[in-house]
């Protein structure tokens, strides 16, 4: 789509607009001026009188549409904010136009971006009701009533933590970027460890070795760690004594004496054996995962998954003997080969198992996934409403409530993935993680470190290298980036 802008440069929250509503266009920005061939907005945003003026004018398959938005001058008070309103605006006089030339809403409306849950959080904690903050959801922003109670659920959670942070505390994230073999939907930094294999004991060195800066940084500044939360790839692609290693320096080196929560995404069932998990639960952590997926074997054969449902159940067996239930599964809906049917009886072979908590994903395209040479053999856009609309009926009815949510881009039917999880049990990392409550300091190939100001909600990224390769040779400016995190979080 030709994308024209007037009195602004907010291309960010034009594009995303864009691929809300029309989730096959690309942006293009040519010269001059609209020449009336092929799809095409212009979006203007000016000063009429005592009020700013966001027009939409939309050229769609032949017809023009045309929308409005206003705000008065009296919501620009400086900084942050006064971007926030522009564009505001300028998204909900593009989503209007678009709404008019398609005929219908997407399931979230006008809201963009990953983390919807942020503005009723947001409002809440500056002293909305919680009635308040829906309406803005329903009302402004037009998101359906399903989710939108989605969405207040979650902000409920995100309000609980946030009132449980303590100052000079922040959270850990180390990354494991291996796996046994690679998914088809996946795009992570990760590598297959048959052809990784002489990297992977080099890696561990590595990391432990950041893991020995980091802490040095953390103590002599007196900053300690809230949750902890290891991830990759699979992190138990590691043998027992290569995660003992791991573990052992963590236990030594970083202040993990308040620490709350300790988690680690054992994730594909190939990999867990009793060894790993007696290694884990010794080191002190308190949950895993355990990500099927689905549950169908033809589907995990056409993902690429070295393992049938049925060593799923065997790995769950064994995370109850060492985690009791304390376990998370994921799932995802969409996948080339499932079907509602297929679906349904994933959820019911899942939720049989009892997990505390059960993640559902809807699929993502991504760059650099193999999924997207299949795109024939997707589920259509009704096929996975109706699987999440089942699964969430069905999880509400077996005890299960919404803890955390976000969205990606690229997502099938434009919907979202969801955590839910057993009253008392939600993972606060993933919470305080996808609502940047509160710093999450990132080491491993691929992590990227976020400092979060609470006051001002301005968030500075350290990342460390996305390859194994160049993590090794980066010594000297992993340990400097510890430091600079560490500093950052003693000052809050």
Same mark, same amino acid.
């Given at each position: 789509m030709?994308?024209?802008?007037?009195?602004h440069?907010f291309?960010?929250?034009?594009?995303?607009?864009m691929?809300?509503l029309f989730?096959?266009?690309?942006?293009?920005y040519?010269?001059?001026?609209?020449?009336?061939i092929?799809?095409?907005a212009?979006?203007?945003l000016?000063?009429?009188?005592?009020?700013?003026?966001?027009c939409?004018?939309l050229c769609?398959?032949g017809?023009?549409?045309?929308?409005?938005?206003?705000?008065?001058?009296?919501?620009?008070? &400086?900084? $942050?904010?006064?971007d926030?309103?522009?564009?505001?605006? +300028?998204?909900?006089?593009?989503?209007?136009a @678009?709404? =008019?030339?398609l005929?219908q809403?997407?399931p979230?409306?006008?809201?963009?971006?990953?983390?919807?849950?942020?503005?009723?959080?947001?409002?809440?904690a500056?002293g909305?009701?919680?009635?308040?903050?829906?309406?803005t959801?329903?009302?402004l922003?037009?998101?359906?009533?399903?989710?939108?109670e989605?969405?207040?659920?979650c902000?409920?959670?995100?309000?609980?933590?946030k009132?449980?942070?303590?100052?000079?505390r922040?959270?850990?994230?180390?990354?494991i970027?291996?796996?046994p073999?690679?998914?088809a939907?996946?795009?992570?930094?990760s590598?297959d460890v048959? &052809?990784a $294999?002489?990297?992977v004991e080099?890696?561990?060195?590595a +990391?432990?070795?950041?893991?020995?800066?980091a @802490?040095? =940084?953390?103590?002599?500044l007196?900053?300690?760690?809230?949750?902890?939360?290891?991830?990759?790839?699979?992190?138990?692609?590691l043998?027992?004594?290569q995660?003992?290693?791991?573990?052992?320096a963590?236990?030594r080196y970083?202040?993990?004496?308040?620490c709350?929560?300790?988690?680690v995404?054992?994730?594909?069932?190939?990999?867990?054996t009793?060894?790993?998990?007696?290694v884990?639960k010794r080191?002190g952590v308190?949950?895993i995962?355990?990500?099927?997926?689905?549950?169908e074997?033809?589907?995990?054969?056409?993902?690429g998954?070295?393992?049938?449902?049925?060593?799923?159940?065997?790995?769950?067996a064994?995370?109850?003997?060492?985690?009791?239930?304390?376990?998370n599964?994921?799932l995802?809906?969409?996948l080339?080969?499932?079907t509602?049917?297929?679906?349904?009886?994933?959820?019911?072979?899942v939720l049989?198992?009892?997990?505390?908590?059960?993640?559902?994903?809807t699929?993502a395209?991504?760059k650099?996934?193999?999924?997207?040479?299949?795109?024939g053999?997707?589920?259509?856009?009704?096929?996975?409403?109706?699987?999440?609309?089942?699964g969430e009926?069905t999880?509400?009815?077996?005890?299960?409530?919404?803890?955390?949510?976000?969205?990606q881009?690229?997502?099938?039917?434009?919907?979202e993935?969801?955590?839910?999880?057993?009253?008392?049990?939600?993972c606060?990392?993933?919470?305080?993680?996808?609502e940047?409550l509160?710093?999450?300091?990132?080491?491993?190939?691929?992590g990227v470190?976020?400092?979060?100001?609470?006051?001002?909600?301005k968030?500075?990224?350290?990342?460390?290298p996305k390859?194994?390769?160049?993590?090794l040779?980066?010594?000297?400016?992993?340990a400097?980036?510890?430091?600079?995190?560490?500093?950052?979080?003693?000052?809050?």
């Amino acid at each position: 789509m030709k994308l024209y802008l007037r009195g602004h440069e907010f291309r960010y929250a034009v594009e995303q607009m864009m691929m809300t509503l029309f989730p096959g266009q690309k942006p293009e920005y040519p010269d001059g001026e609209p020449d009336g061939i092929g799809n095409a907005a212009v979006i203007t945003l000016a000063r009429e009188g005592e009020r700013l003026c966001a027009c939409a004018r939309l050229c769609w398959e032949g017809r023009e549409h045309c929308a409005r938005r206003y705000a008065p001058l009296s919501e620009l008070t &400086g900084g $942050l904010e006064d971007d926030r309103v522009r564009q505001r605006i +300028l998204r909900l006089a593009f989503y209007d136009a @678009g709404v =008019a030339a398609l005929g219908q809403e997407p399931p979230w409306g006008a809201l963009t971006g990953v983390r919807p849950v942020k503005l009723p959080t947001r409002e809440m904690a500056a002293g909305a009701t919680p009635r308040q903050a829906k309406e803005t959801l329903t009302h402004l922003y037009r998101v359906s009533p399903g989710r939108a109670e989605l969405a207040m659920d979650c902000a409920n959670e995100a309000l609980r933590v946030k009132r449980s942070l303590k100052p000079r505390r922040l959270s850990l994230y180390v990354g494991i970027p291996f796996c046994p073999t690679r998914c088809a939907y996946c795009s992570f930094i990760s590598a297959d460890v048959k &052809g990784a $294999l002489a990297m992977v004991e080099p890696y561990v060195d590595a +990391l432990c070795r950041e893991i020995q800066a980091a @802490g040095a =940084a953390l103590k002599e500044l007196h900053v300690g760690i809230a949750t902890a939360y290891m991830g990759g790839g699979t992190p138990t692609t590691l043998t027992a004594g290569q995660m003992d290693r791991v573990l052992t320096a963590m236990e030594r080196y970083l202040p993990m004496e308040e620490c709350a929560e300790f988690t680690v995404e054992a994730g594909r069932p190939d990999t867990i054996t009793a060894d790993k998990l007696a290694v884990l639960k010794r080191h002190g952590v308190g949950r895993i995962s355990v990500n099927p997926q689905t549950m169908e074997d033809e589907v995990l054969r056409i993902m690429g998954r070295a393992h049938t449902s049925a060593q799923i159940v065997e790995a769950m067996a064994l995370a109850r003997e060492h985690f009791g239930g304390l376990v998370n599964m994921d799932l995802i809906a969409g996948l080339p080969g499932d079907t509602p049917a297929g679906f349904a009886r994933t959820m019911d072979r899942v939720l049989a198992m009892e997990p505390a908590n059960i993640t559902v994903h809807t699929l993502a395209l991504k760059k650099g996934a193999r999924l997207m040479e299949q795109r024939g053999r997707l589920c259509s856009g009704d096929d996975v409403a109706a699987m999440l609309a089942h699964g969430e009926k069905t999880l509400r009815g077996a005890g299960y409530v919404p803890y955390y949510l976000y969205r990606q881009k690229y997502m099938s039917g434009s919907f979202e993935n969801v955590g839910w999880c057993r009253p008392g049990t939600a993972c606060d990392y993933n919470i305080i993680m996808m609502e940047e409550l509160q710093s999450v300091l990132s080491l491993g190939a691929g992590g990227v470190t976020k400092l979060v100001d609470p006051q001002t909600g301005k968030i500075e990224r350290l990342a460390n290298p996305k390859y194994p390769k160049e993590y090794l040779e980066s010594g000297e400016k992993l340990a400097a980036d510890k430091r600079l995190a560490a500093e950052f979080q003693a000052k809050l």
